[in-house]
């Protein structure tokens, strides 16, 4: 079965999303507001609860997404970019995908993922485990060269930290991601800072996989 993002289609989901938020204020009047939030979705045989995009956390930005969803009898997809980007162009990307999968198990579940994402790179794609615990994989993946046809204003590089897990025959996977021009990367100008590679990876660790009964 092809584990890959298929050609969006937009349809109702049947699953509810739930967003239980608790805010934070910092003590100076100076410090910015900003929000712990965490989604939880009901995905076939499991409960996800996952952190929401990095761009979301400030006060101010936690309206700031447009959202992709498909549902199918055994896969789903649920993708978010901020406001200011399309689908076919986007720079930041955080996606949510579930699929049915009786006959494969978690090794098999991670080679075809990889696989897809490497579809879209025309060079060597780079990946290393961040955490392999409790049924549970974090890992970051890197493509340094991306497709000519994925290529959109001049953005040809791609970094990303996947998450994938298993419940029963339930398997997720969860993808942030960044597009930006290769000649960046190692600079000040990639969105791929220090920080931001520290803040994503503790986010998809925190992320929780569990069974829905």
């Known amino acids: 079965m092809n584990i890959g993002v298929t050609k969006h289609t937009w349809v109702k989901l049947s699953v509810a999303i739930i967003f239980m938020i608790a805010a934070t204020v910092p003590q100076t009047a100076q410090a910015e507001e900003s929000f712990k939030m965490t989604q939880v979705i009901k995905l076939y045989d499991g409960m996800l609860h996952y952190p929401p995009p990095l761009w979301m956390k ?15 009898e055994n896969t789903f997809t649920f993708e978010m970019i901020p406001k200011s980007q399309e689908f076919n162009s986007w720079t930041n990307i955080y996606g949510v995908y579930a699929w049915r999968l009786p ?6 579940f991670l080679e075809e993922s990889l696989h897809a994402l490497s579809l ?34 001049g953005m040809d590089a791609e970094s990303g930290f996947l998450y994938l897990s298993q419940v029963n025959s339930t398997f997720v996977k969860v993808y942030q ?13 990639s969105p791929m800072t220090r920080d931001v590679i520290a803040e994503a990876a503790e ?3 925190s992320i929780q996989f569990t069974n829905a009964q």
């Open 120 to 153: 879209g790179c025309k060079k060597q794609a780079n990946s290393s485990l961040v955490a392999v615990e409790d049924g549970r994989i974090v890992m970051t993946y890197h493509c340094p060269a991306l497709a000519d046809e994925v290529v959109c204003n």
């Open 203 to 205: 986010d998809m660790k």
């Open 58 to 72: 400030a006060k101010d930005k936690i309206s700031d997404f447009d959202v992709f969803r498909k549902q199918e």
């Open 103 to 108: 006959e494969y198990d978690l090794k098999r």
């Open 177 to 189: 991601a960044w597009r930006y021009e290769s000649k960046h990367m190692g600079t000040d100008q």
